[in-house]
């Protein structure tokens, strides 16, 4: 059946009274058929499957057609892709890393049943399930599975913010006569789209604000479509942890425990001068959030702080042959990074983590920003020297930060360095030779170790 056709209310089979007899909106999200059921008697039905499919995958809210604001989280997109491409993976616990010594990026559903976690020590996780089949990451596939998803998005709305590869925010605001159907129903097909045409699944948090929508997204996930509208904000956020609110790190989950805030109930009673004259900027954030209210756009041009990348070595390492290998790899990827963003970095960034997890930061200021690697990585490499030996190390990263249009990058020259520009020019000579036969036309010598 056509996703225009209406879902009435005398096909569906009550489950007893919704929303109190108000009109309740419904959307099939299997066949995407939709429209509105009608209070009988007081009392609204509320079905079960669709009329049109049989399916349950049904969805009813009073407020389902009239919210614009999306979260889109694919459902464990490394490991789905990992499935995708190899079928007999698909009931088996996939973990996705960096190998023994190194963390996990992805875990499917079936590990994360066992309690494997992203970001969890590997030799952990493979404590926990040691029957996982551990798959190193393949970013090449995984960047361009999700350029397709972004394609699909930008279809729907010219205002997708992406958060990384795998989630993104949509306002679909003003779009319902464009596309012939409300925001709800595009979702749902879009999220179908996703699993027919690429193999993977994601879910959809709906509401009329980035930060309840960001919410919603996990409420009921893999496959979910979660809504939180207006009316139920103070109902739903009442009794719920503030561990919800996004970019809520340890500390100051710790800082909001010492002052007795654990739920929105908590914020609540708190006055806003009070939370302000405690937690400063973080104070008025957590007054407004307390109340489901945020006022952040979603921003297709949202702006990127740093560009970064790193390694985790399967063994501790102090040899600088070594690491001087593996720094110019993450240079050339910190630069291909920028140079696809049309970005370049004022302050280069070098990181080491030692064996015991404790951690160093070394940053250098640039007087011209660059995206040249050359550059990234003789600063980077400037740096490492002048940490010394505080090895071994488990791993490594460089990054750039402080970024800027690659329109004022590399355009003054380093007087103390006279070869640094013909450098920049091979570089640029060497990435039209790489766009035209392949990344692996030209490597450094320094690339082989």
């Given at each position: ?13 009550p ?9 309740l ?5 299997e066949?995407l ?12 039905p ?26 889109m989280?694919?459902?464990a ?9 190899n ?9 996705i890393?960096?190998g ?8 499917c ?9 992203s ?31 972004r394609a ?8 997708v913010?992406?958060?990384?590869l ?8 003003g779009?319902?006569?464009l596309h012939?159907?409300?925001p ?17 699944t994601?879910s959809i948090?709906?509401?009329?604000n980035?930060?309840?929508?960001k919410?919603?997204?996990?409420l009921?996930k ?12 103070s109902?739903?956020?009442?009794d719920?942890?503030v561990r ?6 340890p ?14 109930s908590?914020?609540l ?7 302000n ?14 109340r ?7 921003s ?38 920028a140079k696809?963003r ?35 990585y003789?600063?980077?490499r ?11 190390y ?6 750039i930060?402080?970024?800027?249009p ?24 060497t990435?039209a030779?790489?766009?035209?036969f ?12």
């Amino acid at each position: 059946m056509s996703d225009q056709h209406p879902i009435t209310s005398d096909l569906t089979r009550p489950e007893g009274p919704a929303g109190g007899g108000q009109n309740l909106q419904v959307l099939c999200r299997e066949c995407l058929s939709h429209g509105v059921l009608k209070p009988k008697n007081g009392r609204t039905p509320n079905p079960k499957r669709c009329p049109s499919c049989q399916s349950p995958r049904i969805k009813a809210h009073p407020e389902l057609f009239s919210l614009s604001i999306a979260h889109m989280d694919c459902d464990a997109f490394y490991a789905s892709v990992e499935k995708r491409d190899n079928p007999d993976l698909a009931d088996k616990p996939v973990v996705i890393g960096g190998g023994q010594r190194g963390v996990v990026s992805t875990a499917c559903y079936v590990a994360r049943i066992r309690g494997v976690r992203s970001a969890m020590p590997m030799f952990q996780a493979l404590k926990l399930c040691p029957d996982a089949v551990v798959i190193k990451p393949r970013m090449n596939v995984y960047v361009d599975v999700s350029r397709q998803i972004r394609a699909m998005m930008d279809e729907l709305t010219p205002d997708v913010e992406p958060l990384s590869l795998d989630e993104a925010f949509m306002d679909l605001s003003g779009t319902q006569r464009l596309h012939g159907a409300p925001p709800a129903v595009m979702l749902a097909r879009l999220v179908k789209r996703m699993k027919d045409e690429l193999g993977v699944t994601g879910s959809i948090g709906l509401s009329n604000n980035k930060f309840l929508a960001k919410v919603a997204s996990d409420l009921d996930k893999p496959r979910g479509f979660s809504v939180i509208g207006a009316a139920e904000t103070s109902e739903f956020l009442k009794d719920k942890p503030v561990r919800l609110i996004w970019g809520i790190g340890p500390a100051a989950q710790a800082s909001l425990d010492k002052a007795g805030i654990r739920s929105f109930s908590d914020l609540l009673r708190w006055e806003r001068t009070d939370l302000n004259a405690r937690f400063g900027s973080m104070g008025e954030r957590l007054w407004h959030l307390a109340r489901g209210q945020d006022r952040r756009r979603v921003s297709s041009n949202a702006p990127i702080k740093s560009i970064s990348n790193e390694t985790t070595f399967f063994e501790d390492t102090a040899s600088l042959e070594v690491l001087d290998g593996h720094l110019w790899r993450l240079a050339e990827k910190v630069s291909d990074r920028a140079k696809a963003r049309q970005l370049a970095g004022r302050v280069v960034t070098l990181k080491l983590k030692r064996a015991n997890h404790s951690s160093l930061t070394r940053r250098q200021s640039l007087r011209d920003a660059t995206q040249i690697a050359d550059t990234v990585y003789r600063t980077a490499r400037a740096l490492l020297d002048q940490v010394g030996d505080e090895g071994p190390y488990r791993l490594l990263g460089c990054g750039i930060s402080d970024l800027v249009p690659e329109t004022q990058a590399d355009i003054i020259g380093d007087l103390l360095d006279p070869q640094a520009g013909q450098r920049a020019k091979a570089e640029r000579a060497t990435d039209a030779i790489r766009e035209r036969f392949g990344k692996s036309a030209i490597q450094k010598g320094r690339a082989l170790r």
